[in-house]
């Protein structure tokens, strides 16, 4: 019954998952010397996203009636928002990344690997990241999802804005990355 205010709560039962408990990681590639990037970026990612995906779809026409079969998995780039501390750690970071990745001015790359190598070798600019979800049960210590990203690498800085008027604010930034797939994880194995 749609007004029936008890089933509503017993439906409800953990308290609704909260967009406010979640935490970031991502492990950057070896040859970026990002220790301490890596330690503040749970605590510095202010928005990221449970990702989406969508699956497409084949039409094929037979007798004047269109049949559908699966198509092809798309996933949508991750983008994420971090606070600018003053010492710009995790934003020199990425700007290393990108930088290893190819430079601006002049186009080569350090990776001879690619991304033939996800987890994180030398050799390779894609890594792996994690989002998790965590519960306010549980004093923010039990994670409910955990979405692993295979293959990630960041494709997109974002610009931070400087303004006179922009005061008792803090600087903020995007990244946007691109990966090659994510998987759910709902027995959350700690962090790597």
């Known amino acids: 019954m749609p007004f029936a205010l008890n089933e509503f709560r017993n439906s409800l039962e953990h308290g609704g998952a909260r967009p406010t408990q979640f935490d970031m990681d991502i492990v950057w590639p070896q040859t970026i ?14 928005i990221s996203v449970i990702p989406g995906t969508t699956l497409g779809t ?9 049949l559908y079969y699966a198509g092809d998995r798309k996933f949508e780039p991750l983008t994420i928002t971090i606070l600018n501390d003053e010492d710009f750690l995790i934003r020199h970071a990425l700007e290393e990344w990108g930088r290893q990745i190819t430079a601006h001015s002049y186009t080569t790359g ?5 991304i033939a190598s996800a987890r994180g070798a030398a050799t390779s600019y894609a890594t792996r ?5 965590l519960s306010r049960n549980e004093n923010g210590n039990g994670p409910q999802q955990r979405y692993i990203f295979e293959g990630i ?13 922009a005061y ?10 691109r990966y090659q797939w994510w998987e759910c994880d709902t027995h959350d194995r700690g962090k790597w």
């Open 168 to 177: 008792d604010q803090i600087e903020k930034f995007t990244c946007q990355f």
């Open 110 to 114: 350090m990776f001879a690997g690619g």
């Open 33 to 46: 010397a990002a220790g301490v990037a890596r330690a503040k970026l749970p605590f510095l990612c202010q």
């Open 58 to 66: 084949v039409t094929v026409p037979y007798f004047g009636r269109e």
């Open 153 to 165: 690498f960041p494709v997109a800085l974002g610009e931070i804005e400087v303004n006179w008027e």
């Open 129 to 133: 990241a994690q989002v998790r979800q």
